[in-house]
Every structure is written in C-alpha cells, then in structure tokens.
C-alpha cells in the first residue's frame, strides 16, 4: 500500500480559500505514518469550533462559514479526513475502516484542540463526531448537527444502498459532480474543480471510494457496537444540541427526530428544516447553519 502526499500544485486556483496550512502527523496503523491538513483560524485563545466534513468532500465546503464563525469570536478548525483534501490518502480501499477514521480524527483533535470545543458535523462528520461526542461528552460545549445520523444497523433505505452501489462501482466517480448533484444551488465550474482537486486518479479517490460500504447501517456490520456503546453518552448528553436538516436531502433529510428524541440536550431547541437545501447544506444554506453555531455556543455559555 502507498500512502499519497499532498500535490501543491493541485490547489492553485481554490476560489475563496486563502487559508494557511496546517498539519498534524498521524500514526495510521500497521507501520504506516500519514499528515492530517486542517485550517486553523482566529486567536489561539478564543472559543473553538470543530467543522467536521463528510462523504467526498474536504474542508473547502466550509469557506463560506469560516469568517463570519471568525467574527462572532470563535478559533475555526476545519480537518480534512484522512483520505480527504489535503490530507494524506492510504491507495488500499480495505485499509479504511469506521473504527481507524474515528482513531485518526481522535488523534488530530488530542494533538491540536484538546480542550472543550463547539461542534458542527455533517454527513460522515457526524457519523466521527456524534461518536466522539458519546464517547467524551465533557470534550464538547455544545452540538450542531445536519444530514447525518449514528447509525446502529437496521435497514438502510434505497437512496442510501443506491448511493453506495454508485461509489463503488461508478467507472469515474466524479465527485465534483456528485458534490453539483446533491446541492440545491448552482456550482461554478471553479468550485466544482475545487472539489475535484484533491481526487485526480483512481487512488486517490480510495477513501471516498470506501466510505459509503462502512456506515453500519445493517446487522452484523463493523462499528455497530462501538456506535451503541456512544450511543449510552450521547443520548444522556445534556448541552446543548441543535439540528438544521435539509428538506431537500433524499438519504438524510429525514433522520433528525432519531436524534431530537434521544438526545437530552435537543430538547427544547430551535430545531429546523431548511428549505432549497441539499445534502450538502454548507453549500446552500451557510448563513443559517453559520447563525445556529453562534446561537447554539451563545445558549451554552461558551461564546459571549
């Protein structure tokens, strides 16, 4: 197996992302050394936000909610997931798992940003985060979560089998235009190549490749027990815990309730449907999720 570095000359022409690098050194397992790339804004000693991403994106789907996050008072951190971005990619698809994706974000977040922090966390962002969340829950001061879930098996749905078939036997797998399809607002072609950056042949797209065949969403799967063990210090997780879904988001839309009903600090929160918003929100609704960051860290007491 090869581990892939980072290509500068792959990121230069990013719209909108003129963010110093950042990287973190990470023990990927078996012998194998990675470096995990983040942003890392605003003063060392403001409140932190973790900006968690998901399935094939990287950290470029946060540029529209990273400065006014900065101006509200917070640190921004944004990592891109091993396998992501700027990150580090392991070519092996088999040696991506849910439990070692949890251990590498665990890594980085013990490495750099140790302290209580603010968490947002989308599509697989969530399916790291609200374990991490269960598993340490005096880690996080307050919870946003969008299109994401912690699922312990069951019965995935159609849309959701349909899109692990296509990630994994799509001939190009495109995932710029995967990123287009699954958003309700226009891409430009500058952004749409600013997804496709980080994944320009075949072995770089293994962990987005992987991805969708790990979500424990049936029986007998890998990281059922570990997500019903979170489960046990999520659902008493008593800060507190917004969610902003979009309506218009075919696998995820629907799974806010699970989290509503189970959680202790959703009750009581202003939580909402967005309307002309797709899966990946931050695309398309950035001032309202931006806005339930700052509202939700001002309810806890962590952001003045």
């Given at each position: 197996m090869q581990v892939l570095s980072y290509d500068p000359a792959r990121f230069t022409n990013i719209p909108d992302f003129a963010f110093a690098e950042n990287w973190a050194a990470i023990d990927l397992g078996e012998g194998h050394k990675g470096r995990m790339h983040y942003i890392d804004e605003g003063p060392k000693d403001a409140p932190p936000v973790l900006l968690f991403h998901g399935e094939p994106s990287w950290s470029f789907l946060y540029r529209k909610m990273i400065a006014p996050l900065?101006?509200?008072g917070f640190r921004v951190l944004a990592p891109d997931l091993i396998g992501f971005g700027k990150s580090d990619k392991p070519d092996d698809i088999g040696f991506y798992t849910y439990a070692r994706h949890v251990d590498w974000l665990t890594q980085w977040r013990a490495a750099v940003v140790p302290q209580p922090a603010a968490l947002f966390c989308q599509d697989w962002g969530g399916l790291l985060g609200l374990n991490m969340v269960g598993t340490n829950p005096d880690g996080f001061a307050?919870?946003?979560?969008?299109?994401t879930f912690l699922p312990t098996g069951g019965t995935p749905s159609p849309a959701?089998?349909?899109?692990?078939?296509?990630?994994?036997?799509?001939?190009?797998?495109?995932?710029g235009a995967v990123i287009d399809r699954a958003t309700q607002t226009e891409r430009s072609a500058l952004e749409i190549a600013a997804y496709n950056a980080p994944y320009h042949d075949e072995p770089?797209?293994?962990?987005?490749?992987?991805?969708?065949?790990l979500v424990p969403v049936e029986d007998g799967m890998a990281g059922i027990e570990e997500n019903k063990k979170a489960w046990e210090g999520l659902a008493n997780y008593d800060k507190p815990?917004?969610?902003?879904?979009?309506e218009d988001d075919p696998v995820t839309g629907g799974l806010a309730p699970f989290l509503i009903e189970r959680i202790a600090g959703a009750k009581g929160q202003p939580h909402a449907?967005?309307?002309?918003?797709g899966h990946f929100c931050q695309e398309d609704r950035p001032t309202e999720l931006t806005q339930g960051v700052i509202d939700t860290a001002r309810t806890a007491g962590f952001l003045s």
């Open positions: 900065l101006d509200a307050c919870v946003v979560a969008s299109n959701f089998l349909a899109w692990r078939e296509f990630a994994k036997t799509s001939p190009d797998f495109d995932i770089s797209k293994a962990g987005a490749r992987a991805f969708p065949a815990f917004l969610t902003l879904f979009g449907m967005l309307s002309v918003c």
